[in-house]
């Protein structure tokens, strides 16, 4: 328990007054934990809880005397227990608000009275005994001096035979077995802490400053937070910023970069917009990317942080491994004690088996001396001098271990975060899974070594020991292995090859470096060595080496560096080398100047170096940052320079490289400005199918724009495209073009020519038995040539639809997505859709509603769409699919806009049939489109404006959108720039305004004005809605017009109702042409309240009259109804 | 010594040397009466760099440092083996460390390591080329195993006949194979950074100095 509480709980920062344990998750779990030990060790150890403590436990309690009852004697303050010791002192006594308390039993009986606040009891306790342990059994077992208490303890009992020695020695394993759960309970609730808390920043931060300041070696140059302030919870930043999780904001200057302002959050670390210049205010605006916690973020940043980090790292590796050492060395030992058992076990299974022990041992020493007991039996067998010494080490070692792992296990944590964020960066394997492997590697070999390895570790010991000459020959020699094999290359790293290949990289010897980087070529294809050569350091030496004056040099660490930079990590280390800036440089090979014909020694020529150049940034091109620092250093016009020369070997790094960055908007545009795109097409006819296979995939890359389709077109690029397709057995070529395909598909006329060339016949062809990359990119060009009608006729024509409808069933999400567009463009042909139907296709999208897939979720909706509108007896077919409609429905919970506005076109079409209408109306469809109503997106406005027009046409619907506030952000969106927008809007409001109080709203939110220039567009559907819509809202507006006028008039009536001038003015206003219903309408409102005798004669008359008019009577009712 | 004989032998020597032009060889010239010094020139006395003066200059300019090494590569140099590099001696031979063809120094450097000139590098030889090469292991049993195994390795790699010493073909075809072992048994080329710095400082145009 000591240990645990003093390594583990979280005490409140020394200098607070009385130690206090903080209110932590953490320690809350360790307190409930004793509370539960401390609850059943009656039940457990019946015998040992009687165990009278040494000194008693004594803290500040909140319990009232009163809630004792039985078994004490309870005065107003005073509490004793029944139950005495020895010397008759009670062994509980309460004397407010003092408790003391002196054996478990007692302590059990009262964290049972304690009731609800038992936490409080125990944490009060614990508080006021650091040591409780000392006080238990005495200082003899103090657990802090933990070398010497297994000795002590074996002690003891040989000295003092009796009871109370024994009992005092198992209280005491309990206690350790209590400690060792609590370590390991602590440990799994520390790694379930994900989020960054006040506490964990705040340390990271004062870590920080301890290995900040001036110099070299220190990670940072400063960090300071930017308020003095802490608030109670550890925050420092203002409380307002609190509610979004915000804890405090930092002025980081590292060596090597500008002064950071960052932002720590419980979500995690970023860059906010720095400090404003006038009154030290923080612009909060978060300005980057959000990083795990304030070390991943400053390694992303800095460097030289990282660098300097892990060099932390590596140290304190150092030391772990050390540890590792000795407690493996531990077990080793032969006798194994119930210590040692209790220790290497950790579950609590561990705990009522050495209950077992225990028991046994007891009977053991009457009987036959157990296993268990060996060591306490020798003692007695007078053979102490000889076991003290082993005995000494084995506590040592024995209270160690609890104590690493914990310390450890937090370090280990603290990595593993770091580590965590790193892979997922990184796509590839992951590290801390590698860094496990190593050593299993390094034990394999010692079981079974070939005779290379010997040999190699001869040549390792010459390169070490030998001068120049010998290392060259060392070096030579060691070319001889077979480098490409796995043995060979392991075997160089095992005995320590590797750091002196690349101490070689950093010495002046042009051939050593020669000769290294040779062997660093070659061996590097092992990405496990890849990594190797990282960990040393070996990529920032190599990126030097670049600016060798040797070229042989220069294209040897590039294309060591394109083999090592095939990872993340070795990628950013590259970059922050400016490595990249130097390889673009190789680029620049100067092709005009001529070159010796006869090339010195070790010398190559300028292509070759820009090869190489080329294939390393064709590594490094794989991360986003490097893409722009090529992009920043001028690599696109070099790299557009060499794909004019017609070297295989050099346009395939070259095209890979444009491949890779091409996936960034900034490359396509400067791809299409360098004219990048006619030597792509050139080399698409190239003989190399790698070289074709990259081109293909460049093309494909860039084809997402318009223009770049259009150049491979007049480049005569989508012959060879359609060509290669016919090739099938190359597949990773296969996806390339077909890629290429698809994009290229896009633009209309490229499909006019694809046709020409028969390739949707071959793409139909390609529907079965290929892979999937090459699947999604042939459905996704037949999914864009189905746009056109002639397409869809050779397709179905082809037996194109049966296989598409297959692959519906698929799980690749991408593929799905095409698959669906392609089905859904198919569907626009009545003949097509039949085939689906009979197929079960229908089905089958409607099923992929439930993908989790959101994109897959829209592109099935939408495929839908033709697919209800062009079916005969569409309704029926929709009825048939139980709980579909519901589920359409309910993806209008949905967050995503294109499912959003894909489900709203499906329900519009849906709506189209009146039962189904009904039957999502049911659903709740108009709430539920009423929600989404207020949107800035205007594909979603189109097609919810039309879902709701449709939806108007069932029951109160109308009323209902209403009530649920969907017309005012209608109106809005005739505000948008988009006609289709408007259209529907229009349409929707026209059916809106059927209801007399959406009118009011439309009329509130201004939409008559904009009705009114939509009533001049030259769209024919607009015009006629907005017409109608401003119609229905006139014609109340009227009314209410009227209405008002009336009231006025009443009111004056109603001063001077026996006046028959009215008669005469009412009668003037009844004969205006145009609203003379209206406005009798109104005016019946308006006298209905009147009192018969009021009324004089001629308006009597009048209201007789007007009855007369069936219209005006179903008015009168209806007003009459409403008031 | 006066212009005009500068001019003569600057003249002669541009014809014979097809390495370097008439500039260079007249830098190389003087360079070469600057190392020797003013002697008087009386017929009879050759004229030239004597053993140490050239061990010094292999030393300090081409950063050689094996005595043995540098003794073969005098030899080298010293074509008639007078005990002294003369001035055509010193033109050939450093046309050949700047500007030799890999075939020329080939040609050089097994002269250089076939100590006893018998048209064979035997493993004695290696040994002895060798035996400075390895820091000595004071726990060894046998300081020369390592070397001895050196040679054993050397041989693996470069005996192409198996005849247990290497012939000039044998060394011919390995240094095809890895230009690196050109130099296999020591240094007795100028590395390409100092012969840089080399060219640098003898080859500088004297008119720089006027702009400046």
Known sequence: MGVALTRSAQWVAAGHGPAALEVTPLNEAILKEIITFVESFIYKHPQEAKFVFVEPLEWKTDLEPSAFNSGYVVSETIVKSEEVDKNGQPLLFLSVPQIKVRSFRQLSCLLFIAGDTKLKEAQACIEANRDPVVKIL?????????????????DKIIRDDDLEGKMKMKIAMLLKQLDLHLLNHSLKHISLEIRLNPLAVKKDIELLKRFSGKGEQTVLESIEYTSEY?????????PWRQIRGEICYLLVKPHDVETLCITCSAEGVFLNGGKTDD???IDYERKGAVYKDLVTFLREKSAKFSENMSKQDLSSNEGQQKEKDQLEEAPKKEETTTFQKALSDSDKSTLEKNQINFGKSQMAKRLEPSLNWKATVDYKDHKISRKEGQEEKHGGKQLEKPRTSVSLGRAQLLRKGAEKTEEFVSESSSESEEDEELPDHRQEANADLPSEYWQIQKLVKYLKGGNQTATVIALCSMRDFNLAQETCQLAIRDVGGLEVLINLLDTDEVKCKIGSLKILKEISQNPQIRRNIVDLGGLPIMVNILDSPH?????LAAETIANVAKFKRAQRVVRQHGGITKLVALLDCAQNSTEPAQLSLYEARDVEVARCGAQALWSCSKSYANKEAIRKAGGIPLLARLLKTSHENMLIPVVGTLQECASEENYRAAIKAERIIENLVKNLNSENEELQEHCAMAIYQCAEDKETRDLVRLHGGLKPLAR???NTDNKERLAAVTGAIWKCSISKENVTKFREYKAIETLVGLLTDQPEEVLVNVVGALGECCQEYENRVIIRKCGGIQPLVNLLVGINQA????????????????????IIYRLDGVRLLWSLLKNPHPD?????????CPCIENAKDAGEMVRSFVGGLELIVNLLKSDNKEVLASVCAAITNIAKDQENLAVITDHGVVPLLSKLANTNNDKLRRHLAEAISRCCMWGRNRVAFGEHRAVAPLVRYLRSDDTNVHRATAQALYQLSEDPDNCITMHENGAVKLLLDMVGSPDQDLQEAAAGCISNIRRLALATEKARLVARWVQHFQVHRRNSNIQVEIQDHGSCSESRNFFRRSFITSMLPFDQHWTSRPIRIKLKNLMDSPVNQSNFRLRHVTI | ?????????TDAFTRNCKHFNKFEVNCLITLFYNLVGEGVERPGTVIGLDRNAFRNILHVTFGMTDDMIIDRVFRGFDKDNDGYVNVSEWINGLSLFLRGSLEDKMKYCFEVFDLNGDGFISKEEMFHMLKNSLLKQPSEEDPDEGIKDLVEITLKKMDHDHDGKLSFADYEKTVREETLLLEAFGPCLPDPKSQMEFEAQVFKDPNEFNDM
């Not at chain 1, 802490?230 to 203002?238: D, I, K, Q, V």
């Not at chain 1, 070229?551 to 294209?555: I, M, P, V």
């Not at chain 1, 567009?821 to 042909?829: L, M, P, T, Y």
């Not at chain 2, 010594?1 to 032998?9: G, I, S």
């Open chain 1, 230 to 238: 802490e608030f109670s919870n550890g925050c420092r930043a203002p």
């Open chain 2, 1 to 9: 010594m006066n212009r005009k004989k500068l001019q003569k032998l």
């Open chain 1, 856 to 864: 897959v979720k829209a592109s099935a909706a939408w495929a839908l």
């Open chain 1, 138 to 154: 005495g200082s003899d077992y103090n657990i802090k001096k933990e070398d010497s208490t297994a000795l002590n303890i074996l």
């Open chain 1, 551 to 555: 070229k042989s040099l220069k294209c």
């Open chain 1, 815 to 834: 593929l799905l997505v095409n698959v669906t567009k392609a089905v859904g463009a198919c569907a626009v042909e009545p003949e097509s859709i039949m």
């Open chain 1, 724 to 726: 290669l397709l016919n």
């Open chain 1, 279 to 281: 009154e030290g205010d």
